[in-house]
């Protein structure tokens, strides 16, 4: 079988992490598109989203497909049938946007750790304390994009 | 991009850290912000986005200036 394309791949990684909160592994995509792991490795590497979906450096899996992470992070964000971790502040209301539905989001104070809770839709603003540090200007955000 | 309960805890963080304040976005702002920047990529006519295309989303929700100009 030829290697997926790289629309069919976004659509299967974002697929399985909207249904079930984490992206596909390796072994997952390889499966699924009947194809080896070498050439599902390969294929990740290749997808280079946006500059948003990122394999880990030493394993190859996925890390993070724009606005989620693959592993739990400050920013949890409880949907309907699944939760999802996102990658900073602004990532946590982008999650809301792509799943198109009501969340809550579970997150806390950079600095004290204290929680922050708040829903928020597609649609509209959340209503909760807090505010967002963009430590990072725009020029700098692909240089490092685990950092930014 | 990071949550803090408020500029006094921003300050303290920053404090702590050593590191410059960069910009400050209430939640409202990172919510149009949000909305602007992500599309669903499942859409089979999802894209990724130019530099110039993310740049006018940027200065469509009023993020301008030197620290909101994206790397040519």
């Known amino acids: 079988m030829p290697k997926p394309t790289a629309g069919a791949l976004r659509v299967h990684v974002y697929d ?3 249904d079930g909160g984490r992206p596909p592994t390796i072994s997952e995509i390889a499966e ?3 194809i080896s792991p070498a050439d599902s490795r390969r294929a990740i590497a290749a997808m280079q989203i946006g500059k948003t979906v990122l394999p880990d450096p030493y394993t190859g899996e996925i ?3 724009g606005p989620f992470s693959a592993g739990p992070t400050a920013y949890r964000v409880i949907g309907r049938h699944a939760q999802w971790f996102a990658n900073c502040a602004w ?6 946007v792509i799943a198109d539905e009501e969340v809550r989001i579970e997150s806390q104070c950079t600095d004290c750790g204290a929680p922050i809770s708040m829903r928020a839709n597609p649609r509209t603003p959340p209503v909760a304390e807090g505010i967002v540090h963009f430590l990072i200007p725009a020029r700098r955000w692909y240089e490092d994009i685990g950092f930014t | 991009m990071s ?8 300050a303290a963080w920053l404090a702590t850290t050593k590191q410059k304040r960069g910009e400050v976005l209430s939640l409202t702002k990172v919510f149009e912000l949000a ?3 992500y599309s669903d990529p499942r ?3 999802w894209r990724p986005r130019t530099r110039d295309e993310s740049q006018e989303v940027l200065d469509s929700v009023g993020l301008t200036g030197d620290f909101w100009e994206l790397p040519s």
């Open chain 1, 32 to 34: 699924h598109f009947a």
């Open chain 1, 63 to 65: 890390w993070m497909a």
């Open chain 2, 3 to 10: 949550l803090f309960r408020s500029e006094g805890h921003l």
């Open chain 1, 16 to 18: 399985k992490l909207l």
């Open chain 1, 91 to 96: 990532d946590m209301l982008g999650i809301a």
């Open chain 2, 43 to 45: 859409d089979p006519a």
């Open chain 2, 35 to 37: 909305a602007a920047w």
